[in-house]
């Protein structure tokens, strides 16, 4: 028997229908931008929740939300949540279902009488997304340190407006911060974004990692000329070579056991019918979890761009993401939540960055999570079921009593 | 000794430049779009310079401009020309060179009192480019049969306006028609456009013919997903297929001698990064000399098209152009001119559409090409030396006497 029995499966998912009503679209999705009108009432929705369970609101100097659940330990804290912000065309659960779950495993607490021996702290990170102001994982990356308040202050959209001054409009910012609390782990509670878990009818995922990303923008340049009066030993077309590059770049999976590797995007000029091609871009998204086998898979990369080729050939790097371990005793008090819940689960790694990822670095972080409708995410047709969803929440709530009070079966 | 000495060549480059000063760009190329003002312009400089001659000009009902010069028997006549509209970064040379060599033909003829045999006419056929109007080759078009007056008036350009309309505005067109003559050949003297003769340092290509053409787009169907949580194994992704199609189609030159093909445009959806691409279109530019090879290359893209794929592959044609082979003795004509000029020449394919080839289906008909300066064309840097224009001009001189007369030597 848990100390706590299971999480209000109805309350978290009448949540989740309410929060879903700010910013909703009329097609069924939800646009909450980060630092727009619709991103502030959803964490306004958050902290009046927060408000209402008697728990210590705190907003830091950049927007990221906290309440704080006083345990036996107050210096001491296990932290969950995740992000209310959505991309345009994004869904009710990406994001809000880490933190309305977590705000749900404290109202059961709450509502129990129950003292934790760490206290336990609801995060939700602001502009995770990453739409409107870049980078993604912002709010996590001011909070671990990685970004300064300048960084983040002076981050301007298209149109030159800086989240300082959205700040500023929105009174969305505070004060506060969380040094007086020793964090001692992180957990996330997130939908997968991918078609592994419903493929294979489990609720569960135990996340142990998160993928390194490596993307680059390749530039193939030859020459233009007429199709028809250009004999085929007379041309330099970009895109004959471009297409044997790829070529062979699309093959290095095949070669290299969990790589994920995508051209999403090839641009041809001057793209006419007739005319021979004189440059081609495209770009390369290299994902894997394992450090030195995403390196190898970049060396690979290179090694086909830097051939001998009758056109010229530049690359140049757009981003780059270490791999991520998540701390083992997070996983494993995910794993004892799921075991001990007798909920199937699975150890994988997570496709897709995630604020968690961004904690690892200052605390021992984990992820839980439960599957997609058809691997679907970031669009409006995103959907999971209300039984995955209390599946999640029940692990979240096992896992953060397991990490608070060493054990709690 | 020919009956009539060589052209005048300064004569003719003072034409060209003449020519080149209406609908000049500042960058040195020239802009004269069929049925705008500024290819009115050129047209009148034409038929002023007809007039000036003594020949009787003619003007048929889409603007197809015709100068006569009468012959010992009036009826039969033989046709020289090619058009003085040009694309929007046009050069001096393409068409204008055809229409002006044949008015300096004439003009030697009429300052010598020469008679020739059958009648000469001079022939500039309206649009000849199809830039703002399509198709192309429209005034031969016109002039063959191939399309009606109703086809060539309500032809609209991308605003809706009507070719019509535009020879009302510009009071462009005419009534006359050339039922009264006997056409016995068309010989029409062009720029190569491509880079044939440059390499081969020779002045003079004989042209037998005109490859055909035909023109398709792919779609490739499959499915969006995230970059990042999509499995390799579980993608349906567009860009993979396509660029294995393509890679397939890319290879046939090699299999097949005289096939021109290109792959000009490609264009992936969404063309996103991180996204898997959903649907990639490509074109297919295939051309050859003999029908029979480019049906077969027509159908080794089917084949591959047709294999078993992963994604929804669909094709349509674009676009069909016979082979055509000019007419021997029209093609010997102008072999025997050059022979006679003392002009090293070559009898060659043409890579580009022509008036001329549409003139065949009605006319004996060929073809004289000099050199193009890089196999540049279309572009504001086209460049014939005057050496070369005097060759041509000379050889289309010697072949229109030949015609005419039987034997010019």
Redesign the interface.
Known sequence: MNKISSINAQRLNRRLEELARIGARSDGGVCRLAFSDADLKGRNYVASALGDLGLEVRIDAVGNLFGILKGQSVRKAIMCGSHTDTVATGGRYDGALGVLAALECIERMVEEGFSPAQSIVLASFVNEEGVRFMPDMMGSLYHSGSLTLEDVLGATDKDGVSIGSELNRLSYSGQDTLNDLDITAFVELHI?????LE?AHIPIGVVSGV?G?S?Q?VTVSGKS????????D?RL?A??VA??L??EI?AL?LAMDG??????????HP???????NK?TF?I?L?HPNPTQLEQAERLVQGILQAPQPCTVTSKP?ARVDPCSFAPNVVEAAQKAAKSAGYPFTTMI????HDAQILQSCYPSGMIFIPSKG????DVSEYSSPDDIAAGANVLLGALLELSEGSHL
């Open positions: 997968e974004q991918g078609p592994v493929d993928q990303l993307w923008e000329n007429h199709a028809g009066t250009t004999p085929m007379r077309d895109g004959v297409n044997q790829i070529h699309h999976p790589l994920r590797l995508t051209i999403g995007s090839v641009t041809y793209s006419l019918i007739n005319v021979i091609p081609v770009t998204d994902r757009l997570s496709g897709a960055g691997g679907v995410s970031h």
